[in-house]
């Protein structure tokens, strides 16, 4: 049984993500959620598995993190947060995967602009995200987004992965010493390092954002926690960083797939599928709720009271 948000998502709330691409949500989670998350994020920086990779001595980001901490888990089990997604999206939810971002105090850098949508083989515009921190983040140092960007019909070029143009050294050394185990199959991950993906030259380059921010309409917001933040993930968002924090910045997002989530097997692979999806050999249309087993209703539209 889950457990309910703090207070009932507004229409307005609901009306500003679908006109906006992203809203945040105010002091819907209890203080009970907000110490659960501490606790969970600790315990997971603390043991990472081989799905963790420090971008740089400033950030750090793990991959499934639930699946190693047990203090974690409730997160996505039981806590609020897919209703809140759901709700605010107007359509059921299936959890796709999370994922921790760690920053730690001093020098907090920025993140480049980007979508979510070109690291994972599916694809839909009911794919949102949902983005929670035990920590305050000022808004110079938290999310901003392109205000309706959500809706432009384009998938830009991922920012992680192998160049196949310029990383031939790479591409040689994989030849001469192939995996131990194959790309498909439940255990595919031993060792995966998921940036060894290659990425997808064939699709645009970002817009250069930051240099031209007076032509976007960006918004973002002041943090707090028992805050949400819920956005598509096709929208382009990034951080600015570059201001020192004397604490560090813990933060969970999570990764829901609404009803018309596909799959989509796309030419560069970053970020690997949840591993039972292997076994099913998936095709790409076939809408996630093909796979119940893989991919459970967290929320359902309409059994909500």
């Known amino acids: 049984m889950r457990d309910k948000p703090a207070r009932p998502i507004t229409e307005e709330e609901s009306h500003t993500l679908l006109r906006d691409g992203a809203v945040l949500i105010k002091g819907v989670l209890s203080d009970q959620w907000v110490e659960q998350l501490a606790r969970g994020l600790d315990d997971a920086i603390r043991g990472p598995d081989t799905m963790v990779h420090d971008l740089s001595a400033e950030l750090r980001t793990d991959q499934f993190p639930y699946k190693h901490s047990e203090a974690l888990r409730p997160i996505v089990e039981a806590s609020p947060v897919a209703e809140i997604a759901g709700r605010a999206a107007q359509t059921s939810v299936r959890f796709y995967m999370d994922q921790l971002f760690y920053k730690p105090k001093g020098h ?153 989530v596909r799959y989509l097997h796309r030419p560069g692979q970053i970020i690997p599928d949840p591993a039972p999806l292997y076994a099913h050999e998936p095709k790409t249309g076939q809408l996630l709720s093909e796979f119940p087993d893989v991919f459970p209703v967290a929320w359902a539209a309409d059994r909500a009271a």
């Open 108 to 260: 907090i850098p920025p993140t480049p602009w980007h979508q979510d949508t070109c690291y994972y083989n599916v694809a839909g515009h009911q794919l949102i995200r949902t983005w929670v921190s035990p920590d305050p983040v000022p808004r110079e140092a938290s999310i901003e987004v392109v205000r309706g960007s959500h809706l432009w019909n384009v998938t830009y070029r991922s920012l992680a992965g192998r160049d196949p143009e310029q990383d031939a050294e790479a591409r040689a050394q994989q030849e001469n010493n192939p995996p131990d185990v194959p790309m498909l199959g439940v255990d595919a991950f031993e060792g995966w390092d998921y940036f060894s993906g290659v990425r997808d030259n064939s699709a645009p380059l970002v817009p250069e954002i930051e240099g031209h921010r007076d032509s976007y309409d960006i918004i973002g917001w002041d943090y707090e926690p028992g805050d949400v933040l819920v956005f598509y993930a096709h929208i382009v968002h990034g951080a600015r960083g570059d201001v020192e924090s004397p604490t560090g910045r813990r933060a969970h997002a999570l990764l829901w797939a609404g009803e018309d």
